[in-house]
């Protein structure tokens, strides 16, 4: 309830009216007037609440009054009623209704109890009652209440002392607060300019308010009082302490700043007066040095004199007015701060009193947890010029003292005389520290925190929470004596405050920092936004942030980073608390990082050094660290003339050994340990790295080695992705780890990953520091890891590799530096170092294809090809397991992003084709199976321009010779890829013709030539070539195997999809892809070894015809021949309107003719075969009519429009008539016309050009290799054609000739038959024959010699049909026929070469590799088989002019005479029988011919040859075999009767046209052959058989038949006839004669049985010449044969002697028909007339 409210005022007039009441009824009887004031007190009252409405104003108008009555009680010195009346006065005073004077009255009422020493309480209530309720007492009034409370201060009491000490406080702050309720009320209005400031306090103060001059005067006095100086205005103050004066002075210091800095004439008396008065008592402190008298003096009375020696409360209090001055009036106050922060400083030196080192600890750590004053400090002090560094000073300060902790403990504290260094002290100090106690080892024993260092123990207690500086010895206002101060608090103090200043300062700092950071970043913004909107010429008028601010916070930095460092440092050293460690690394970590930001780079590096070493075991060999601390060990800083050095670690502090390992140096040097706090200090070197990677800036290398080594010691080795793991040591004595820190070490390695994770937020330089100390770190790891065996540090590479990983989305920035670094480890001899590196680079590689780029790395082809560059580099790496892995990589970023390599497929496909033979057949394999996946998946997908390079690393894997079935299987490919370009021919013409142009451009504008192979052609045909180009680059592989397959798939490749190429493409085909490769098949072929190679590896046995080199290059000379031919044959009516057809024609014959020629029978053969091919090419349909659309233009070739069969495999390939009609509707469209066709006798005329060569290359051929070797090579056998080839080649004449026959002239023909006789006449090795001549008896034609007939005969036929002219050629064919029918009896010579007859050779399969015998082959089934041939043709052609004029007749008898004449002696039998069925054949149908033109002349040589054949066969000199059965032999006289029959039949009838002697030759003959030949080697037996009788009497009839020819019509018979006859009768008479004589001579010996058959033969025939004389007409016979007739009668008688009946009987018979011609003799002219 409010004191104005009704109620409040109505209870107000009720109080005091009980009050007035109670005292008029208490001084009734003693004080009357009191009492009568009393009541008319009441009156008065209650006239006032009846009269006013507002009852407290008038109260308060009337107060004087109203008090009267209680003033008036006090004075009566009763203390109940004093005590009412003072009850009264108060309530009066609560409610606000006492004036000013009534105020007076009552302070002065006061006044007179207080010098009584009367209710000394009640009246400081009082007092502080009115003074607190209103601001009616002024000036003197107050002044008065003060002096009032002072004085009640310093009574004996000492409640009351202490009442009025609170008192005097609260009225003290009463006063000001009244200041600044004043000045508030003030402050809307208009200030009036502040007057002059003059030296004198008291002409100023004539301008403040009246509040204001208050507190003037009361602060003026204080600072007199204190300096024991009377006061100006307290007046009546009988004594003062100076310490409550310090008090006082320091409560309204800092309660009430703002009136000091508000109002100048406070502000002066804060310098004038206040500074001096502080200075002025310090002077005693200043002076002192441990060690001079120590009494205690207290100071009591007003104005005690300074003692010389310091004293705890003043000197306590002062500097408590220090901090408070410094706190709010630093900026008034800059020169006088400068000496207190100094003689602060002085404070800390080791020689002053521990108790006054302790204030001043806590002193400096009220400083320390300001940081914006210390800002202060560095910008007024130590960035002026001549200066004192003073914010260096303070810090460096600490630092000694904390040194001078350890160096001098306890000195001058006798109160701690009792502790024993290093023990854990007194039991009273043990309560004073209660720090924390960490458990230890033991579990149940607790250690308490401290600091150890060279045997100095200090504990660390809890002095205060952080950031905040509670003292402990500045609040110990009532002590007199200076404290005892407990051990290591005087270093848990300072330990605060260095921990609060750094936290300060960089919190501050950073703060700002990122605040302008911040401000720059919204800036830049802005700008941006600017610049994209309309450009702003005030943009940049914006002024960049003041650069002082970085100054300071530069300076700052620069004065307190070498003596943190040295405290931290050493602190870090003797600490043996974890939370304590955990502190200064913090406090290290925040300055490094604080430096970082800076850019300060010597006092980053020096922290971050600070960290790293203690992270090492002590006295740990790392170059990074020692080579960058040499410049701050070495160095000390100087503090005040003190030397401050900074302490290297002690190496034998009291922790907690947890790890034992190898140090990772090049030679190894035992063990080393790491203890706990190594470990902690790792995790803060890892915070650091984590937290602020992005200010490390070059220190990332000191950071990262010194990583690297503590992973090293602690074992981790890198796993996947770069990520360390605990792993063992390889080798060595083996890392030993406590439980503890193997707890520790996932989440080390944890920390360790996650660093580099972070390593994403860093901007691009930072991650560049980072990458570059990696990698020289790994540079190190290389040097080391040469030149042996140890395991290589693989930290920095496993590193690299993480940190590539998390920074994918800007991986440009940094690719190049990490790859090559990559690819140089890549190259290490340490097989584990180049391991990693190339999982390294792999790895990368496949992320960063992998990784979703913006844009995508398809729109991106620069980045694509950098990624994949590096994999391209490792190509060049010699070692197999780099190339290994290389390859994996590949194969599976082809699983994984093969469809979207787009502009990367050279680059990966040069990668697969880089294989080299020197690698191994698994890495060749692994690149090969990348290979497959490309051909079989990718294909589509990759740009047509790769298609080449396809080709060409599929040809690449062809020719590798390592494995060969991948080289099989490549040509598979090979084939796959063809495959794929014919059916997918359009699309990757239009995509390769689209890219030409392109390039076409691109050269025109540099002005050069296009650079492509094959260039004139167009695109889609050059990767064809390319393609043929590689099959014939594999068709000359030296593997047999790879050749076979290339060779075939080459060929099967143009047969099957040749089509597509373009007109003049075939130009190059032919000439760039074939015949080259025929070129350099001979050659090869030629020169190949004729050693024998031994079986293939292992077991493999090579077949004998494929077992030396040469054979096998023969059978590739064979596929290769056959397939160019095929082409010719297939693809000639294209190739033909190439302009150098006949050219290539020529080439391609030479080729036959050279591998017809060879050496090789099995080449030899396939040269003919294909010859044989190519002379089967139809010349095409002329009438392009006939074909329905443009193909026959094109030249694609009718068969095509047929769906062509499938290739290998089966595949069906596409109908192929559809790509080709597209493709000549492309060219038709497009500017080049279809070839013309050309006229039709030019094609004609081509073609007999081709014919005539090819048939002069036949004739080439032939001659070559049937002309027999020349004599005197006999030492070499050289080398003879085979049979089958022979056959090959005579077989090809037919197919020839049809092609050559309109010109196929006489010399030809000549010609012809020099080969075909020189082919008959080869021998054949006696190895051979058995397959050839399947046995001797057998009358077979060998195929060569059936050939060599099928030659002639089609020869002969074309002569039939064709014109008159070519029958000249008849006798030239009768000719070479009749040479062969030689061969029967006498076998062709081959040179001079020995040849057995085939029954003698030694065809012997043990003999098997004894030199080869030349076997000469058994020609007379070859000789009769054209003996028949002769027959039947001169059966057609006898009457042909040709034949007739050359005498082929004659010819023929001339030939047949020598078997006829051996007969018996021919090499076979059956030849003399042909020979005679033949001649018998031949002259039925010649001599009629012979007689028709007989006038001629032309047959009359022939007449002499003939009668001489008659007379070798049918008097042949050689002797029928003994063997002969009889049969047989009659079946041989039958014949030589059907001879005398044919010559009876068909020459003697026509004697008159034949030449006389020849008539009379046969006469003689048949004269010859009537008259037995006797053979004497006859048995009796067989005699009448052996003496060929029929034969003879056939004869005899002959002859007697043509003697009486009744139808001589012809002189020219009858001369015959008479000739014969005359011959008959003069044989008849030797025979006679003889046997008469025989007769006579053997006397009555019988005569052999022949003879006596003779004569009786004779005998008959002389009867039958008798009866046919008888018969004739007389005039037919000639007078000279009736006179020989006459002349044998007288011989007759003779015989008539003889003893045998048989030809008694015979002598009878002939002797009879004489009787008919007793007549007498006619007269002679009768005779003469006949």
């Given at each position: 309830m409010s004191t104005s409210s009704p109620e409040a005022v109505k209870k107000l007039l009720e109080n005091m009216q009980t009050d007035l009441r109670s005292l008029s009824m208490e001084c009734k009887k003693k004080f009357p007037p009191v009492k009568e004031a009393a009541e008319s007190g009441i009156v008065k009252i209650k006239t006032i609440a009846a009269r006013n409405t507002d009852i407290l104003a008038a109260l308060k108008e009337n107060s004087s009054e109203v008090v009267q009555p209680f003033l008036m009680g006090c004075g009566t010195k009763e203390p109940k009623i004093t005590q009412l009346c003072l009850a009264a006065i108060q309530r009066l005073m609560s409610h606000e209704v006492v004036s000013e004077g009534a105020a007076g009255n009552i302070i002065n009422m006061l006044w007179q109890l207080m010098e009584n020493g009367q209710e000394e309480l009640k009246l400081l209530q009082t007092v502080l009652v009115l003074l607190t309720t209103n601001t009616v007492v002024h000036d003197e009034v107050l002044s008065k209440a003060i002096v009032l409370c002072f004085r009640l201060h310093f009574t004996k009491d000492n409640i009351t002392n202490n009442t009025a000490a609170a008192t005097v406080r609260q009225v003290v702050t009463v006063v000001?607060?009244?200041?600044?309720?004043?000045?508030?009320?003030?402050?809307?209005?208009?200030?009036?300019?502040?007057?002059?400031?003059?030296?004198?306090?008291?002409?100023?103060?004539?301008?403040?308010?009246?509040?204001?001059?208050?507190?003037?005067?009361?602060?003026?006095?204080?600072?007199?009082?204190?300096?024991?100086?009377?006061?100006?205005?307290?007046?009546?103050?009988?004594?003062?302490t100076r310490t409550f004066g310090l008090?006082?002075?320091?409560?309204?210091?800092?309660?009430?700043?703002?009136?000091?800095?508000?109002?100048?004439?406070?502000?002066?008396?804060?310098?004038?007066?206040?500074?001096?008065?502080?200075?002025?008592?310090?002077?005693?402190?200043?002076?002192?040095?441990?060690?001079?008298?120590?009494?205690?003096?207290?100071?009591?009375?007003?104005?005690?004199?300074?003692?010389?020696?310091?004293?705890?409360?003043?000197?306590?209090?002062?500097?408590?007015?220090?901090?408070?001055?410094?706190?709010?009036?630093?900026?008034?106050?800059?020169?006088?701060?400068?000496?207190?922060?100094?003689?602060?400083?002085?404070f800390l030196d080791g020689e002053k009193p521990q108790w006054l080192r302790a204030v001043a600890v806590e002193s400096v750590h009220r400083l320390c947890v300001q940081p914006h004053l210390l800002r202060s400090f560095c910008q007024s002090y130590d960035m002026k010029p001549h200066s004192t560094k003073v914010f260096r000073d303070i810090v460096n300060a600490l630092g000694s003292f904390i040194q001078s902790l350890f160096i001098l403990p306890n000195a001058g504290n006798p109160a701690n005389a009792n502790a024993v260094a290093g023990g854990s002290g007194s039991a009273g100090q043990t309560a004073v520290a209660g720090g924390q106690g960490v458990a230890g080892a033991g579990g149940n024993l607790t250690t308490q925190a401290a600091f150890e260092y060279r045997g100095t123990w200090i504990p660390l207690m809890t002095v205060s929470v952080q950031g905040s500086a509670k003292a402990t010895y500045l609040e110990m206002l009532d002590k007199v004596e200076p404290p005892s101060i407990p051990e290591g608090y005087a270093m848990s103090v300072a330990f605060s405050a260095l921990l609060d200043l750094v936290r300060g300062i960089t919190s501050m700092i950073e703060r700002e920092l990122t605040k302008e950071e911040e401000a720059a970043a919204a800036a830049e913004e802005e700008k941006e936004d600017r610049q994209k909107g309309e450009e702003d010429p005030d943009a940049s008028n914006q002024s960049p942030p003041e650069p002082l601010a970085h100054q300071v916070w530069e300076e700052m930095v620069n004065a307190c980073w070498c003596g943190l460092l040295a405290a931290l440092s050493l602190l870090l050293d003797a600490s043996t608390d974890e939370a304590a460690t955990e502190s200064i690394l913090k406090a290290e970590l925040t300055m490094a990082s604080l430096c970082g930001r800076l850019g300060l780079v010597t006092p980053r590096d020096a922290f971050i050094t600070a960290i790293c070493k203690a992270s090492l075991p002590p006295h740990y060999a790392l170059t990074v660290l020692s080579s960058n601390n040499t410049a701050l060990s070495n160095k000390s800083y100087s503090i005040q003339g003190q030397s401050v050095q900074i302490i290297s670690p002690s190496s034998e502090s009291h922790q907690q050994v947890v790890a034992v390992g190898q140090p990772l140096t090049v030679q190894p040097q035992g063990t080393v340990v790491l203890t706990a706090k190594n470990i902690q200090c790792m995790r803060t070197l890892l915070n650091l790295a984590h937290c602020h990677g992005a200010v490390l800036g070059t220190s990332w290398q000191l950071v990262l080695a010194t990583l690297q080594h503590l992973v090293w010691i602690l074992g981790l080795k890198p796993g996947v992705g770069g990520v360390l793991k605990p792993g063992r040591a390889v080798e060595g004595p083996s890392t030993v780890l406590t439980t503890a820190v193997m707890t520790d070490l996932p989440v080390i390695s944890n920390i360790l990953s996650r660093?580099?994770?972070s390593s994403q937020y860093l901007d691009d330089v930072s991650l560049h520091h980072l990458i570059n100390a990696l990698c020289s770190l790994s540079m190190e790891a290389m040097e080391m890891a040469y030149g042996n065996n140890k395991e290589p540090s693989l930290f920095a590479v496993a590193k690299l590799l993480e940190t590539g990983l998390v920074n994918m989305d800007r991986i440009e920035i940094l690719w190049r530096p990490l790859t090559a670094h990559l690819l140089e480890v890549c190259q290490h001899p340490n097989a584990r170092m180049r391991e990693w590196g190339?999982?390294?680079?792999?790895?990368?590689?496949?992320?960063?294809?992998?990784?979703?780029?913006?844009?995508?790395?398809?729109?991106?082809?620069?980045?694509?090809?950098?990624?994949?560059?590096?994999?391209?580099?490792?190509?060049?790496?010699?070692?197999?397991?780099?190339?290994?892995?290389q390859l994996e990589c590949v194969l599976q970023i082809l699983q994984s992003q093969g469809d979207s390599l787009g502009p990367g497929w050279p680059l990966v496909l040069n990668v697969i084709g880089a294989i080299r033979n020197d690698q191994g057949e698994s890495l060749i394999r692994t690149a090969f199976q990348c290979l497959q996946l490309v051909v079989t998946d990718f294909l589509p997908t990759m740009p047509c321009t790769c298609l080449q390079i396809v080709v060409g690393v599929a040809g690449s894997f062809g020719l590798q010779n390592q494995e060969l079935n991948i080289s099989l299987t490549s040509i598979g490919l090979l084939w796959n890829i063809s495959d794929y370009f014919f059916q997918r021919g359009e699309a990757i013409t239009d995509e390769l013709e689209r890219e030409e142009a392109l390039l076409q451009k691109q050269a025109q504008e540099k002005g050069e030539p296009l650079n492509r192979p094959f260039h004139p052609a167009p695109p889609f045909d050059c990767l064809w070539l390319c393609l043929y180009a590689k099959l014939g680059e594999l068709c000359v592989d030296p593997r047999p195997a790879v050749r076979k397959s290339a060779g075939q798939t080459l060929f099967s490749t143009i047969a099957a999809h040749g089509t597509l190429l373009q007109q003049p493409t075939w130009h190059i085909v032919i000439w760039k892809v074939l015949f080259h490769l025929l070129d350099c098949v001979r050659r090869s072929s030629t020169t190949a070894d004729k050693e024998k190679i031994e079986s293939g590896g292992g077991n493999i046995l090579i077949h004998h015809s494929r077992d030396t080199a040469e054979k096998q290059w023969a059978e590739t000379w064979v596929l290769t021949l056959a397939g160019v031919a095929r082409i010719f044959n297939t693809r000639r009516y294209p190739l033909q309107q190439l302009g150098d057809f006949f050219k290539a024609w020529e080439v391609l014959l030479d080729h036959i003719q050279s591998a017809a020629l060879s050496k090789n029978n099995e080449v030899s053969l396939a040269a003919l075969k294909s010859f044989q091919e190519i002379l089967q090419i139809v010349t095409p349909v002329k009438d392009a009519d006939k074909q329905p659309d443009a193909l026959a233009a094109m030249g694609v070739p009718a068969v095509l429009v047929d769906p062509v069969l499938g290739g290998p495999g089966g595949r069906p390939l596409l109908r192929s008539d559809s790509l080709a009609e597209r493709l000549a509707q492309r060219y038709m469209n497009s500017a080049q016309a279809p070839p013309m066709l050309p006229p039709e006798d030019a094609v004609e005329l081509d073609d007999s050009a081709l014919w005539w060569s090819a048939w002069n290359t036949w004739y080439r051929t032939g001659t070559e290799c049937t002309r027999p070797p020349p004599p005197g090579s006999d030492a070499k056998p050289s080398f003879i054609p085979s049979q089958p080839f022979l056959t090959a080649l005579v077989q090809i004449f037919p197919a020839l000739y049809q092609h050559v026959k309109s010109g196929f002239s006489m010399e030809d023909l000549r010609k012809l038959g020099v080969i075909l006789h020189g082919a008959v006449s080869v021998p054949i090795s006696s190895d051979a024959s058995p397959f050839i001549l399947p046995s001797y008896t057998e009358a077979v034609l060998t195929s060569l010699q059936e050939a060599v007939l099928t030659a002639l005969d089609v020869l002969q036929k074309a002569i039939c049909v064709g014109p008159e002219s070519l029958q000249v050629m008849y006798p030239a064919i009768f000719e070479q026929l009749l040479l062969f029918v030689e061969f029967s009896c006498k076998p062709p010579q081959y040179g001079k070469m020995e040849t057995k007859h085939v029954a003698n050779a030694k065809y012997n399969q043990i003999q098997l590799f004894a030199p080869a015998e030349w076997v000469a082959l058994n020609y007379v089934p070859f000789a009769e088989r054209s003996l028949e041939v002769v027959g039947d043709l001169y059966h057609k052609t006898a009457c042909h002019k040709a034949v007739i004029q050359e005498k082929v007749l004659q010819n023929i008898i001339k030939t047949l005479r020598m078997p006829l004449g051996l007969k018996y002696a021919?090499?076979?039998?059956?030849?003399?029988?042909?020979?005679?069925?033949?001649?018998?054949?031949?002259?039925?149908?010649?001599?009629?011919?012979?007689?028709?033109?007989?006038?001629?002349?032309?047959?009359?040589?022939?007449?002499?040859?003939?009668?001489?054949?008659?007379?070798?066969?049918?008097?042949?000199?050689?002797?029928?075999?003994?063997?002969?059965?009889?049969?047989?032999?009659?079946?041989?006289?039958?014949?030589?009767?059907?001879?005398?029959?044919?010559?009876?039949?068909?020459?003697?009838?026509?004697?008159?046209?034949?030449p006389k002697e020849f008539v009379g030759q046969i006469m003689a003959m048949l004269n010859r052959g009537s008259i037995h030949s006797q053979s004497s080697s006859f048995t009796e037996a067989e005699i009448e058989v052996r003496m060929r009788e029929d034969f003879s009497k056939v004869c005899f009839e002959t002859l007697l038949q043509f003697s009486f020819s009744n139808k001589a019509s012809t002189p020219q018979e009858g001369y015959i006839s008479r000739m014969a006859l005359s011959t008959l009768l003069q044989r008849a008479q030797d025979v006679l004669r003889r046997y008469v004589e025989d007769e006579r001579l053997s006397g009555?010996?019988?005569?052999?049985?022949?003879?006596?058959?003779?004569?009786?033969?004779?005998?008959?025939?002389?009867?039958?010449?008798?009866?046919?004389?008888?018969?004739?007409?007389?005039?037919?016979?000639?007078?000279?044969?009736?006179?020989?007739?006459?002349?044998?009668?007288?011989?007759?008688?003779?015989?008539?002697t003889c003893s045998s009946p048989e030809v008694s009987s015979a002598l009878k018979e002939a002797l009879g028909p004489f009787k008919d011609f007793m007549q007498p003799p006619v007269s002679k002219v009768q005779n003469g007339e006949s």
């Open positions: 000001f607060e009244r200041m600044v309720a004043e000045d508030e009320r003030f402050k809307g209005m208009a200030e009036e300019p502040p007057p002059v400031q003059g030296n004198s306090n008291r002409r100023s103060v004539s301008t403040l308010r009246p509040s204001a001059k208050d507190a003037y005067m009361l602060f003026q006095d204080l600072c007199q009082l204190v300096n024991a100086d009377a006061p100006y205005w307290l007046v009546g103050m009988t004594e003062m008090e006082l002075l320091e409560s309204v210091l800092n309660d009430f700043p703002g009136v000091f800095l508000q109002h100048q004439e406070f502000s002066f008396l804060l310098k004038e007066r206040v500074c001096p008065l502080v200075i002025k008592l310090f002077s005693p402190n200043i002076k002192f040095r441990q060690g001079s008298s120590s009494g205690s003096g207290v100071g009591s009375g007003a104005s005690p004199a300074p003692v010389e020696k310091p004293y705890f409360p003043i000197c306590m209090r002062l500097l408590r007015v220090v901090s408070v001055l410094i706190k709010h009036f630093y900026s008034l106050l800059v020169t006088e701060c400068e000496i207190f922060l100094s003689l602060l400083v002085k660093l580099f994770e190339a999982e390294a680079v792999t790895s990368l590689i496949k992320a960063g294809l992998a990784y979703k780029h913006e844009p995508p790395l398809s729109q991106n082809q620069r980045l694509q090809l950098l990624l994949l560059n590096p994999l391209r580099e490792l190509s060049n790496v010699l070692h197999g397991d780099i190339r290994q892995k021919c090499p076979a039998e059956s030849t003399w029988k042909l020979a005679v069925s033949s001649l018998l054949k031949v002259l039925s149908i010649g001599l009629p011919v012979a007689r028709q033109h007989a006038s001629s002349g032309r047959f009359d040589t022939m007449w002499p040859e003939l009668a001489g054949a008659f007379e070798d066969f049918l008097f042949t000199k050689s002797t029928p075999p003994d063997n002969v059965s009889i049969q047989e032999f009659q079946k041989n006289e039958a014949i030589d009767v059907e001879v005398v029959q044919l010559i009876s039949s068909e020459i003697l009838p026509f004697a008159n046209f034949i009555r010996c019988p005569l052999p049985r022949q003879q006596v058959t003779e004569i009786i033969f004779v005998l008959k025939a002389v009867s039958t010449l008798m009866d046919s004389l008888k018969k004739t007409q007389p005039e037919n016979v000639d007078g000279n044969t009736w006179a020989q007739v006459i002349a044998l009668y007288p011989t007759l008688v003779e015989c008539i």
